[in-house]
């Protein structure tokens, strides 16, 4: 909801090109998890990140908890990176509890030829 | 490799019927959430659950009940159904406190209450 907000809601790219997501904490996060729902619907874990960085292959995440915000790179886009990015944060003052994620409403990516 | 399976996979039900998602893990993990995805929403946690026993409520849980009888299975009830709960469901596991929470999905049931 709004306490994880995400930007931008849709984005079009393509093929070969660089781009940025971008996910605002309105609270305290302690973790943060990428995922990317493909487009029949099944998700999948892209990072687990405590303030940082990581980097898989063409992806590249970050997280600045004293910024509150997180960003996730998409170097040379491929066709399958098509699907909806979902950005989730953890915190106690976030959620209310702890192992409990608030998800974003997702950034919606369709690489084109 | 993480497992999350989830049945059915498609429900037709009627209103004010009682309907049962089901989901089992095989990995062992302390945690397990219920989420449903509308479009605009995202992701919506339900109900969650530390372990057998458990269930905790989540952000949206009226109208919903959860049981985890054991440390696999963890069910979502719906009672009385209503239109209003047309979704699609995911089920997810994580491992507790003390480690990595990274959550595993399943494949996602889609309900359509008439």
């Known amino acids: 909801g709004d306490k994880v907000k995400q930007s931008p809601s849709a984005l079009s790219l393509q093929e070969g090109t660089n781009s940025a997501l971008r996910c605002n904490f309105s609270i305290a996060a302690t973790t943060v998890q990428w995922f990317l729902q493909n487009p029949r619907g099944s998700l999948m874990n892209l990072f687990y990140l405590v303030p940082g960085t990581k980097e898989n292959g063409r992806l590249k995440s970050a997280f600045d908890s004293k910024e509150s915000y997180s960003t996730l790179h998409i170097r040379d886009a491929q066709l399958e990176d098509s699907g909806t990015y979902f950005c989730?944060?953890?915190?106690?003052?976030?959620?209310?509890?702890?192992?409990?994620?608030?998800f974003g409403a997702g950034t919606r990516l369709a690489v084109c030829p | 490799e993480a497992a999350v399976t989830q049945s059915p996979r498609n429900k037709v039900a009627v209103t004010g019927g009682k309907v049962t998602l089901s989901c089992n893990q095989t990995n062992n993990h302390n945690n397990m959430y219920w989420y449903r995805q509308d479009t605009g929403h995202g992701l919506r946690l339900i109900h969650y659950?530390?372990?057998?026993?458990?269930?905790e409520k989540g952000d949206i849980p009226d109208g919903y009940k959860a049981s985890r009888p054991s440390q696999e299975n963890f069910s979502l009830i719906l009672e009385l159904a209503t239109p209003s709960q047309t979704s699609v469901y995911f089920c997810?596991?994580?491992?507790?406190?003390?480690?990595?929470?990274?959550?595993?999905f399943g494949a996602g049931t889609r309900l359509s209450v008439l």
């Open positions: 989730a944060a953890e915190g106690f003052l976030l959620s209310g509890s702890f192992n409990k994620l608030t």
């Open positions: 997810a596991s994580g491992p507790d406190w003390g480690g990595q929470n990274t959550l595993y």
């Open positions: 659950s530390y372990g057998a026993g458990s269930t």
